[in-house]
C-alpha cells in the first residue's frame, strides 16, 4: 500500500471516530433526557408550539435555545451568516411564513452578536466567492451609516456598532415583510425584537427597536 493511501485511511479513520464521538454524546443525551422527565420525547412528538421563532447568525458559540434557556420545541429558529433577513433569500422567507402563518409564534427574535465574522467579512474587501454577495447588504447598511461609524477610531468598536445597525436592518426588513403585515392586518399578536448577544459575557443587549404593528416601533 503507498504512503498516500495510508495517510488517506488514517484520516478517514480519525474522522469517522469524530463521528462515533457525536452519536455516543447523542445516545447520553437522550438518555439523560428520559432519566429526568420520561415522557419528553413523546411529547416533543405530538406537536410543537413555540412562541418565538429566532433569526440568529450561523456562528457555533451562539447557541440559540441555551442563550435564552428553552428546551427544544419552544423555540422556531433560522440562522445564516450574519443574521440576515433579505427580502429576496426564499429560505428565510418560507422559515418566517411558517412560523407565522402556522405555528402562530408571538414574537420574532432578531438575534446579532458582537465580534461576528459575517460582519467583519463583510468589511476587510477580501474576496470569498459567493458569501461576498451574501454579506452586500452589510456593505449597504456601512454605507448608509459611514458618518457614524467614522467617529470610531478602534476598529473592534466599529464592528461591533455595524453589528448593531445590521440587526436594526434586518428588524425592519421582517417588520415590513408582507407576512407580517397580513399577521398585523388580521389581529394577529406579533412583535419583532432586535437583540445583539455578548460572546464574552453571554448576555443579550436589547437595541430598544421592537415593532409591535404597522408604524408601532418603540
Not at 399578536?189 to 416601533?217: E, F, K, N
Request: with cysteine; net charge neutral.
Amino acid at each position: 500500500m503507498r504512503e498516500g493511501q495510508k495517510l488517506q485511511i488514517s484520516a478517514t479513520m480519525k474522522l469517522l471516530r469524530m463521528l462515533d464521538q457525536l452519536k455516543q454524546n447523542n445516545r447520553a443525551w437522550a438518555e439523560g433526557k428520559l432519566a429526568a422527565d420520561p415522557g419528553f420525547f413523546q411529547r416533543l412528538v405530538a406537536q410543537q408550539q413555540p412562541e418565538y421563532l429566532w433569526i440568529g447568525c450561523s456562528d457555533s458559540r451562539v447557541p440559540a435555545n441555551e442563550i435564552v434557556g428553552l428546551a427544544p420545541g419552544e423555540l422556531f429558529v433560522h440562522r445564516n451568516v450574519a443574521n440576515l433577513a433579505p427580502p429576496q433569500d426564499a429560505n428565510y422567507l418560507s422559515v418566517l411564513q411558517f412560523a407565522i402563518d402556522v405555528l402562530k409564534v408571538k414574537h420574532v427574535l432578531v438575534v446579532g452578536h458582537y465580534g461576528c465574522g459575517g460582519v467583519a467579512a463583510a468589511m476587510d474587501g477580501r474576496r470569498r466567492g459567493l458569501v461576498d454577495h451574501w454579506l452586500h447588504p452589510i456593505r449597504e447598511v456601512a454605507h448608509d451609516h459611514k458618518a457614524e461609524l467614522a467617529t470610531f477610531a478602534d476598529e473592534r468598536e466599529r464592528l461591533n456598532r455595524l453589528c448593531e445597525l445590521n440587526v436594526i436592518r434586518q428588524v425592519k426588513n421582517v417588520a415590513t415583510d408582507v407576512f407580517v403585515e397580513e399577521a398585523w392586518a388580521r389581529g394577529q399578536p406579533l412583535s419583532v425584537h432586535g437583540w445583539v448577544y455578548s460572546l464574552s459575557t453571554g448576555l443579550i443587549t436589547d437595541l430598544g427597536v421592537t415593532v409591535a404593528g404597522p408604524a408601532s416601533p418603540r
